[in-house]
């Protein structure tokens, strides 16, 4: 299948703090990515969908203003998670998809925010 | 009613044992249907994609039912290393307007010695 790379994949911030995520696909051209959280012991929860050279589509809930999405090209979606609290301590996944077909998934980041 | 609706279990099998999973979905616009598999604390990983005419990969059958709106997933001969979360994911196709893929909640499956 497809690789999706995802980076960091583990960071502890201090509260207030801004934090980068890195999401590419590194073997086919993602025209849609996806960046969803999970919480332990609960299902993946869909943050947001971005489409490459447009702005992201924000689920209901979801602050945009707190969690920047950029999908500057077809092989590159960073998520920006401004300001963090602790309890936007999660695991953050990405995940890609060329026209619409089946997701790959990153490997995930996991978020501590103290 | 929820879009995708799975059965959370846990579905604690034996060793050798077959087991079944359904997924219900609402929308019948959906197009595309898959099975992930998600292990504890990792990402979910493609499992197989699930095609009008079923589709057969080693241990593993899936199914469309388009008629009553259901995918299910068979597993045979289970291992020890199939125990993980199996999602089911339906995406609406281009008639839907959108690609967002929609995750049912997981069934997850404990196979014990």
């Known amino acids: 299948g497809a690789v999706v790379s995802q980076h960091p994949s583990r960071v502890i911030c201090k509260s207030g703090t801004s934090v980068k995520i890195e999401c590419r696909s590194l073997?086919?051209?993602?025209?849609?990515m996806f960046w969803y959280r999970q919480f332990p012991k609960q299902s993946l929860m869909l943050m947001a969908t971005?489409?490459?050279?447009?702005?992201?589509?924000?689920e209901q809930g979801v602050e945009k203003d707190k969690f920047l999405i950029n999908h500057a090209s077809l092989t590159l979606s960073t998520l920006t998670v401004t300001s963090a609290h602790p309890e936007d301590s999660s695991f953050y996944i990405c995940?890609?998809?060329?026209?619409?077909?089946?997701?790959?998934f990153g490997p995930g980041t996991r978020l501590t925010v103290t | 009613r929820k879009e995708v609706e799975q059965d959370p279990g846990p579905f604690n099998v034996p060793e050798g044992a077959t087991v079944a999973f359904n997924c219900t979905y609402s929308?019948?616009?959906?197009?595309?249907f898959f099975w992930y598999r998600q292990d504890c604390r990792k990402e979910p990983k493609l499992l197989m994609s699930?095609?009008?005419s079923g589709n057969e990969d080693g241990r593993f059958t899936a199914q469309l039912n388009r008629a009553s709106q259901y995918i299910s997933l068979l597993i045979r001969d289970s291992k020890l290393s199939d125990s993980a979360t199996y999602l089911c994911?339906?995406?609406?196709?281009?008639?839907?307007?959108?690609?967002?893929?929609?995750f049912g909640r997981g069934t997850s499956l404990i196979v014990h010695p």
């Open positions: 994911v339906v995406t609406p196709g281009p008639s839907g307007g959108s690609y967002i893929p929609t």
């Open positions: 073997d086919f051209q993602a025209t849609t």
């Open positions: 995940s890609a998809s060329s026209l619409g077909y089946e997701q790959y």
């Open positions: 929308n019948s616009a959906s197009q595309s």
């Open positions: 699930v095609y009008s």
């Open positions: 971005s489409n490459e050279g447009s702005k992201a589509t924000y």
